[in-house]
């Protein structure tokens, strides 16, 4: 049989992404979900119930641009959130999903959205060139129903303009970039300025 040497090259690259997401605490207890699309528009995705950080090439498989398994092992219960990411951004080659502290604690501090503005870090995001940036990262209230979700998130989109991330409250938050590289980046330094953000909201008090 032909080897997938994409499909292997992204897997191994989720992996790595897995391990330095957990080594910061970032994918507790099975929880979080990671994506990469390839040239062909199949998406490799972690398999449902997998712990993130601990990941073998056995525990990422394909699922088509509609999130049905291509394998009939059942992917992550939040595919539908990744299919529609990438629906809506054709750039995009990969999401990460972590469940992490800081994300999970200022959505219970906040509601509605993120505003973050004038980081220097904020130029780690793709395509912003100046800390005098502003940025807005809905948070959206947690659902089981993951279709009702997806949903509303594209309608977000579609009436606010593209965003770089969302929060889901009480649960973590989605990102992605052109690749797991970019993607991975986008994670580490939302979720630095999400704890600077959460502390922020304690010094107010
Ligand atoms: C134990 S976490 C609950 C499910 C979840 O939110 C998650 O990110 C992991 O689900 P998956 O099916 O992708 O393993
Ligand atoms: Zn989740």
Do not use: C
Request: net charge negative.
């Amino acid at each position: 049989m032909l080897r997938d040497t994409e499909f292997e090259t992204r897997a191994a690259e989720l992996i790595e992404a897995g391990r330095f997401i957990d080594s910061r605490g970032w994918v507790p207890a099975t929880s979080g979900n990671f994506s990469a699309r390839l040239s062909d528009g199949r998406i490799a995705i972690t398999v449902s119930g997998r712990h993130k950080g601990r990941l073998r090439p056995e525990d990422i498989m394909l699922v088509d641009a509609a999130g049905r398994s291509l394998d009939g092992r059942k992917p992550s219960a939040e595919t539908l959130l990744h299919t529609g990411i990438y629906r809506r951004y054709p750039e995009a080659g990969a999401v990460l999903h972590p469940h992490s502290p800081a994300s999970t604690l200022l959505s219970r501090l906040v509601s509605g959205e993120v505003i973050l503005e004038d980081y220097e870090l904020l130029k780690a995001l793709a395509g912003i060139d100046t800390h005098a940036t502003r940025i807005a990262v809905p948070i959206f209230p947690n659902d089981q129903n993951i279709p009702r979700l997806a949903l509303k998130i594209e309608e977000y989109i579609e009436m606010h303009g593209d965003i770089y991330a969302y929060i889901i409250a009480g649960h973590g938050f989605y990102t992605w970039g052109r690749s797991v590289a970019d993607a991975l980046r986008h994670v580490e330094a939302l979720e630095f300025l999400f704890a600077l953000e959460t502390h922020m909201h304690g010094v107010k008090r």
